[in-house]
């Protein structure tokens, strides 16, 4: 067995790796509270005292534990892979080069990316526009809907209000719809980790350390469940949305001045 001390870890600071543990339990919180936010909210909590690109490295194998809780329990996974294939494999196709993007531009550009999206999501979280799409236009939207979320996907990891959105135009039952979101994100984070293992923006110390990460992200689910039982859920959702819009505005700030 190697060591703790000869593991290769990041050269974090005793601060850092608190802050980094108490954004990951805080995410798995507001995740079991208000049913999602964990790359938001642990990215807009780490690029406060990490590299954005350590911040959005650190994400995806925790967020990939979750999701396979997630698509253990919804299950019919070939039956949506089957549906959604054309939104997988544009995704792939374009996280690839999302994934290339931020390996590649500079941290400015990243900072303003991940604000103007984290923005968007908190002022859109409550008034997503309301689509329906008929059976034959659902794999072209799916197609084109792969692209865009993939490249969303590549460069700052989060891609979900988009998805969220599209799955409810489709009008899908609940069984379905939770089916759905586990494989979907499931699969996009398997994309993730062979896109950011490939470009090397999820080098080996941070693999290592984002793996602890993911019982701490899951141990923040039930309190997440606990608060949502006692606290007005509208109120509490806007309170959180709240801080994500001050985040972002944060970031584009920084990236900017």
């Known amino acids: 067995m190697i060591p703790l001390a000869d593991l290769p870890l990041p050269d974090y600071t005793l601060v850092q790796w608190g802050a980094v543990g108490i954004a990951f339990l805080l995410a798995g919180v507001i995740k079991g509270a208000i ?9 807009s909590i780490l690029t406060l005292v990490l590299p954005v690109k350590d911040a959005i490295a650190l994400v995806v194998v925790p967020a990939f534990a979750g999701n396979l809780l997630m698509m253990r329990e919804g299950g019919r996974v070939r039956e949506i892979l089957a549906r959604f294939w054309p939104l997988l494999l544009a995704k792939a196709l374009c996280l690839g080069l999302g994934a290339v993007i931020l390996a590649s531009v500079p941290t400015d550009a990243i900072l303003l990316v991940l604000g103007v999206v984290v923005v968007t999501v908190s002022l859109l979280s409550e008034r997503l526009p309301r689509l329906h799409l008929r059976p034959g236009q659902e794999k072209v939207a799916g197609a084109l809907l792969g692209a865009v979320t993939g490249l969303l996907a590549g460069t700052t990891t989060i891609f979900g209000p988009p998805v969220i959105m599209y799955m409810t135009a489709l009008r899908l039952d609940r069984a379905t719809y939770v089916a759905a979101i586990g494989t979907l994100w499931s699969v996009t984070n398997v994309m993730m980790l062979i896109a950011f293992g490939a470009t090397d923006t999820l080098t080996l110390p941070l693999f290592i350390a984002s793996l602890p990460l993911a019982p701490i992200l899951l141990a923040g689910y039930p309190l997440g469940r606990w608060v949502r039982r006692r606290v007005d859920d509208r109120a509490f959702r806007r309170l ?6 001050v985040s972002g505005a944060r970031l584009i700030v920084v990236a900017v001045v």
Do not use: E, K, N
Not at 36 to 43: K, N, R
Not at 240 to 245: C, D, E, N, R, T
């Open 240 to 245: 959180i949305m709240a801080g994500l819009l």
């Open 35 to 43: 049913g999602f936010g964990v790359p938001i909210v642990v990215i």
